[in-house]
């Protein structure tokens, strides 16, 4: 027993002491591993920085961390509101080119009719008509590359024939009755962007201006096409800014300057970390004295609203049309060194009576937002004014004491819903077969040379009229699977005859005669007429 203890005795401080060992060993392991799972924090970086240089360093296969970036700055602004956007280097060209007014190419408008480009007009004076491409030429090779019959995209095509100014492309051309191909040696050229498809008088005393954006150069056509109506009789205008998604807000305030008084407000903006900035009228415009309408739709955005809220607010003319868009989100653009841009909401419009622009929406939940307009369809709106409901908190009150609404977007002074008079099934299917399309870039090259012996609409329509183009067109759809259905064609005529008169005749005289000849079915646009020439369109509601 004295053996037994004296045994323990012995073994008692030796365990304890290897135990205290172990326990020093382990804990030492343990700290060293928890150390080692605790990311490196490289100074004056923030987390995502971090993130992505130790995946460059130590991930199992090879990153490209540009590539990792460039995924990652979409998702980041994806979670903010619907119009903050990353806009990659090899786009941003493409982007900004529309609102700069120009772009370098060779000067063609251009179809695809079977999959082969047709030429339907060259620029004047451009790289392309100095040459000799005439309208109706088909282009087949583009620097050695065949194009025809390979069901090219139009985008793809139009990036082929663009490129710096200086630089040439050959092209290789069909041309009737020439029996070899014809080619042409074209050196690209700066082409003017317009923002102004017309400016036309629809009657005597009323004139009409039609925008599709607001580009740099907008105010100059703008006030080009005023002074040249102005010289033809104008006393009324209508402004067309019908699917026009905006642009620069320097373009719309300069036009709204030209007809409000000295110092009337014309929108301001604001932001968290922008202070609020007034944009007032100057003295004098271009347009003083002028009665004014403006026309707008669910596709009138941003610049567009801007422009009819200064008109609306100021009590300086009416609106027409339906609920705009409801854009009123400022960007602002900054570029990357690599070319790449980021174009961030900095601030909100508001138009003079306080109204923000702005339709609401949620963070990051950016396929609801964009949905608004097929709800607004699926709710009636577009059909009868009576179906929008407006909150009492949304009322403003002009100062000449007309009531508005905010909540997002401008609604119209005078509602005109979209036109389902003389709108059938066959009516439908032709067109989203795009038939109507197809067949007057069709007939128009195959009778370009009578029709090119017009020089107005009534020519061109006495034309059509004689060769009983209407019948042709239903043959046409009946050979392209929508079978004649003679009660529902009566009911459309008017508006399938005027639609194919007038792209028709877009195709020979452009714009100047494609929007005189589809003023007759436009309700809008006669609800306008019908407005201007009213006595009054001041009058407080």
């Not at 540009?66 to 998702?75: M, Q, T, V």
């Not at 009911?491 to 100047?512: C, F, G, H």
């Amino acid at each position: 027993m004295d053996n037994k203890y004296s045994l323990k005795t012995i073994l008692s401080p030796i365990l304890l002491a290897l135990a205290i060992v172990i326990g020093i060993i382990i804990g030492r392991f343990y700290k060293s591993t928890q150390s080692s799972n605790l990311l490196h924090i490289y100074p004056h970086t923030d987390k995502i920085s971090n993130i992505l240089n130790y995946i460059q360093n130590e991930y199992v296969d090879p990153i490209n961390k540009s590539e990792l970036e460039e995924k990652a700055i979409p998702l980041i602004l994806s979670e903010l509101d619907p119009h903050s956007q990353y806009v990659p280097a090899r786009d941003l060209n493409e982007v900004n080119e529309p609102l700069e007014g120009n772009f370098s190419g060779i000067g063609v408008q251009f179809n695809m009719l079977n999959d082969t480009l047709i030429v339907l007009k060259t620029i004047a004076n451009g790289p392309s008509e100095k040459v000799g491409i005439l309208a109706g030429d088909r282009i087949l090779i583009v620097d050695g590359d065949t194009l025809a019959g390979k069901k090219i995209s139009s985008d793809s095509i139009v990036n082929r024939l663009k490129g710096p100014r200086g630089t040439q492309v050959e092209v290789g051309v069909q041309r009737k009755k020439v029996k070899n191909l014809l080619y042409f040696d074209i050196i690209r050229d700066n082409i003017p962007l317009y923002s102004m498809d017309i400016a036309y008088m629809v009657r005597s005393d009323i004139g009409y201006i039609k925008l599709n954006k607001f580009s740099r150069t907008t105010f100059e056509e703008f006030s080009e096409g005023i002074i040249k109506l102005l010289g033809q009789g104008m006393t009324k205008l209508i402004i067309d800014l019908r699917g026009n998604g905006g642009g620069y807000l320097d373009a719309a305030v300069h036009i709204a300057d030209q007809f409000l008084d000295e110092g009337q407000l014309i929108v301001y903006t604001e932001g968290n970390a922008r202070q609020r900035q007034e944009y007032k009228a100057s003295k004098g415009g271009l347009c003083d004295g002028l009665e004014v309408a403006i026309l707008i739709d669910e596709g009138s955005a941003s610049a567009s609203e801007i422009l009819a809220g200064a008109i609306q607010d100021n009590d300086r003319g009416i609106v027409i049309g339906r609920r705009s868009f409801g854009k009123g989100l400022v960007q602002e653009q900054k570029v990357f060194p690599d070319g790449s841009a980021i174009r961030l909401t900095i601030a909100r419009y508001y138009t003079p009576t306080g109204r923000c622009i702005q339709k609401p929406y949620e963070n990051g939940n950016n396929e609801d937002y964009f949905m608004d307009l097929s709800n607004r369809f699926v709710h009636g709106e577009l059909n009868d004014k009576d179906s929008i409901k407006f909150a009492d908190s949304l009322k403003y009150i002009t100062a000449g004491g007309k009531t508005v609404f905010g909540g997002g977007g401008i609604m119209p002074d005078i509602f005109v819903p979209i036109d389902t008079s003389g709108v059938t099934d066959y009516l439908i299917d032709v067109r989203n077969r795009g038939l109507i399309y197809r067949f007057s870039l069709q007939y128009t090259d195959d009778h370009r040379k009578e029709l090119q012996k017009c020089i107005n609409n009534e020519q061109i329509n006495n034309y059509l009229n004689r060769e009983n183009t209407f019948r042709d067109f239903i043959e046409f759809a009946a050979k392209n699977e929508v079978p004649v259905n003679a009660k529902e064609i009566a009911v459309s005529k008017e508006i399938l005859k005027t639609q194919l008169y007038a792209y028709i005749i877009r195709n020979i005289l452009d714009d100047e005669g494609f929007y005189p000849a589809i003023e007759n079915i436009d309700n809008t646009l006669q609800e306008a007429i019908k407005s201007l020439s009213a006595k009054s369109i001041y009058a407080a509601e």
